[in-house]
T-cell receptor, first 115, second 112 residues
């Protein structure tokens, strides 16, 4: 049972380069999320998709774009990477929005370094 | 504005001791308070959760205590074990909200 799968696991980018982080879930969940984790900052919400066809900004959306490709897949794009985007990125999913008191399931993360 | 404040940032406990992590919140609309556990190199995973209609919830060695009037909740780990060494995040959400709001995390180290 794969759960939430993120690719790649590690990535090094040069400042100004672009890339897309991929996320797929096989639990038939409706809602998906992107968080970033930085030392001492906890998990901060970048974007989320409450259901297929909808996306909304979270706490720290600047510099990112997202696409809910279908019910299973939710990608995060960095158009012009900056060193401040060096972080560990987590994708998560839930059967209904976690604002409705339900469990979020997380992927194993993508460690991104921007030099 | 930090909606969920977590303390301490790090904690060292001897094997067999009690680990206590505290969280405080401001938004009275929050009505779901989960704790997530994260091991190095892994994503967070739900450990235990509570709703404000109860003051305590226990699952094995893990207990959440909830004080609605003080807007505080805490995680107690009894008989702490080296395998409990991880980062713990408290979180909160409301029915009107969109996603979980996380605290900044506590790194727990249980020494043997």
């Amino acid at each position: 049972n794969a759960g939430v799968t993120q690719t790649p696991k590690f990535q090094v980018l040069k400042t100004g380069q672009s890339m897309t982080l991929q996320c797929a879930q096989d639990m038939n969940h409706n809602s998906m999320y992107w968080y970033r984790q930085d030392p001492g900052m906890g998990l901060r919400l970048i974007y989320y998709s409450a259901s297929e066809g909808t996306t909304d900004k979270g706490e720290v959306p600047n510099g990112y774009n997202v696409s809910r490709l279908n019910k299973r897949e939710f990608s995060l794009r960095l158009e012009s990477a900056a060193p401040s985007q060096t972080s560990v990125y987590f994708c998560a999913s839930s059967v209904i929005p976690t604002g409705m008191n339900t469990e979020a399931f997380f992927g194993q993360g993508t460690r991104l370094t921007v030099v | 504005q930090q909606q969920v404040k977590q303390s301490p940032q790090s904690l060292i406990v001897q094997k067999g001791g009690i680990s206590i992590i505290n969280c405080a919140y401001e938004n009275t609309a929050f009505d779901y308070f989960p704790w997530y556990q994260q091991f190095p190199g892994k994503g967070p995973a739900l450990l235990i959760a509570i709703r404000p209609d109860v003051s305590e919830k226990k699952e094995g060695r893990f207990t959440i205590s909830f004080n609605k009037s003080a807007k505080q909740f805490s995680l107690h780990i009894m008989d702490s074990q080296p395998g409990d060494s991880a980062t713990y995040f408290c979180a909160a959400s409301s029915q009107a909200g969109t996603a979980l709001i996380f605290g900044k995390g506590t790194t727990l180290s249980v020494s043997s």
